[in-house]
């Protein structure tokens, strides 16, 4: 069974320009979580899906940072404007309901 | 506010020895406490999980320990391998409802010696 794919793998832009990250999730997973995880520290949560709501997006930075999950399968993320803390690694997992969260390699962004 | 802090920062053992990692939480109402294992590279891949209404969980080499009145578990890597060499990550969360997410502590980078 497929797990979780990220894409881009690495992503390097300079600050101020946008970029989006794209995720889809394990067939069947109905709840995608996007997570931030900065050098050293743990992941944290930016937004959770169930289906195609967005049920907890109290941690997404709404100024820049913006989400969509259409037909409630893949998901995009989006940076616009990037600015240099924004480098981190951010990652996508999906479960089933109350499920075990699995998540996927995750995409690099440094932002110069 | 850091709702789960891990420790040690890093741990280096040798082959065969026991790796012991601890986490402390502040909120009493978390009742699932997973571990993460990340290799350099990958996500996060849950290795064991424990619930508060037990005191212990045995996974093969992998046992979490809970102490529900001092806040407090902890995973122990016993027969340590040079391939358990990884980042390990406890987390918390309130499950059910609107509430179900991980809260993670810092992380763990274990090096194991052969």
């Known amino acids: 069974e497929a797990g979780v794919v990220q894409s881009p793998r690495y992503k390097i832009i300079e600050k101020k320009q946008p970029v989006a990250f794209w995720c889809n999730p394990i067939?069947?997973?109905?709840?995608l979580y996007w997570y931030r995880q900065n050098l050293g520290q743990g992941p944290e949560l930016l937004i959770r899906?169930?289906?195609?709501?967005?049920?907890?997006d109290s941690q997404l930075p709404k100024d820049r940072f913006s989400a969509e999950r259409l037909k409630g399968v893949d998901s995009t993320l989006k940076i616009q404007p990037a600015e240099l803390g924004d480098s981190a690694v951010y990652l996508c997992?999906?479960?089933?309901?109350?499920?075990?969260?699995?998540f996927g390699p995750g995409t690099r962004l440094t932002v110069l | 506010q850091q709702q789960v802090k891990q420790s040690p920062q890093s741990l280096i053992v040798q082959k065969g020895g026991i790796s012991i990692i601890n986490c402390a939480y502040e909120?009493?109402?978390?009742?699932?406490f997973p571990w993460y294992q990340q290799f350099p590279g990958k996500g996060p891949a849950l290795l064991i999980a424990?619930?508060?209404?037990?005191s212990e969980k045995k996974e093969g080499r992998f046992t979490i320990s809970f102490n529900k009145s001092a806040k407090q578990f902890s995973l122990h890597i016993m027969d340590s391998q040079p391939g358990d060499s990884a980042t390990y990550f406890c987390?918390?969360?309130?499950?059910?409802?609107?509430?179900?997410?991980?809260?993670f502590g810092k992380g763990t980078l274990l090096t194991v010696n052969p």
């Open positions: 899906y169930e289906n195609e709501e967005a049920v907890d």
């Open positions: 067939s069947g997973h109905n709840t």
């Open positions: 424990i619930r508060p209404d037990v």
């Open positions: 909120n009493t109402a978390f009742d699932y």
């Open positions: 997992a999906s479960s089933l309901p109350q499920g075990t969260q699995y």
């Open positions: 987390a918390a969360s309130l499950s059910g409802g609107s509430n179900y997410k991980l809260t």
